[in-house]
């Protein structure tokens, strides 16, 4: 019990830290999907910008996982086409989010995860039809959106992932390139955050140590799991992750 008091957070509070830890190492190596569960629960217990400031260390972690086992899947000429608009989408994040309050913070998580479940269910009715826009204007809208909403809620998994689908990824080059592209854009937030928005301290470091078992019991399992999805249920599944989330996020 001294640990838990030595951090101020609640026996309720732990339990759903220790949940949310275990889906992130589960939606890294796994379904990507299972993060956005994460965003409600904790942004319910702590507030909208207090929750991303926990949220962070745990996906980097998260993300050193996922690394480990899709590293060589990467595609690396999407994640540049995206970077130099996803850094655009942060800073306009860290601007947006210094001034709005915390109901309006979490309203802008809404509203980007229904514009991906949208896209998404868009694209599943399309199928083979659906043509991936090659303009300059595709990857600009893209990049800034996940920087975005990533800065904004670390919410911007479903974007990456309509971006992915959409460029008609499979599973392992989908996995490699999304644990590179989140690896490197979640490092960048963290001097973000702790200089602009102040939410990241000592304190949540020390809750990240103490939640590494959880996420890699999550990441081993997610890595055995995906093994047994095939494409069209991997899609499938990417889809109601969304959806539940955005319907989560509206409540």
């Not at 309006?104 to 229904?114: C, D, E, P, T």
């Amino acid at each position: 019990m001294g640990i838990i008091h030595a951090f101020d957070l609640s026996v309720w509070q732990w339990v759903c830290v220790i949940i949310a830890a275990f889906l992130v190492g589960f939606s890294k190596t796994g379904i990507s999907g299972f993060l956005m569960p994460v965003i409600p629960i904790l942004a319910s217990l702590f507030g909208g910008k207090e929750s991303t400031g926990i949220i962070l260390p745990l996906l980097i972690v998260g993300d050193a996982f996922a690394l480990y086992y899709y590293q060589r899947h990467a595609e690396w000429s999407n994640i540049i086409k995206l970077l130099p608009w996803t850094y655009l989408g942060l800073i306009i994040g860290v601007i947006t989010g210094s001034n709005v309050n915390d109901k309006q913070f979490k309203l802008f998580i809404a509203i980007s995860v229904i514009l991906c479940l949208i896209i998404l269910i868009y694209m599943e009715r399309k199928g083979e039809n659906f043509k991936v826009p090659k303009s300059a204007w595709f990857y600009v809208v893209m990049g800034a959106l996940s920087g975005f909403t990533s800065m904004i809620g670390n919410a911007a998994g479903s974007i990456f992932s309509v971006y992915l689908l959409a460029m008609d990824f499979k599973k392992n080059g989908f996995m490699g390139t999304t644990a590179w592209f989140f690896f490197i854009i979640n490092l960048s937030k963290v001097p973000l955050q702790i200089f602009f928005w102040h939410n990241i301290s000592f304190k949540t470091f020390g809750i990240t140590i103490g939640m590494i078992p959880a996420i890699a019991a999550g990441a081993l399992l997610g890595a055995i799991v995906i093994k047994k999805v095939n494409e069209k249920q991997f899609r499938i599944l990417i889809i109601i992750m969304t959806a539940a989330a955005a319907v989560r996020l509206l409540i």
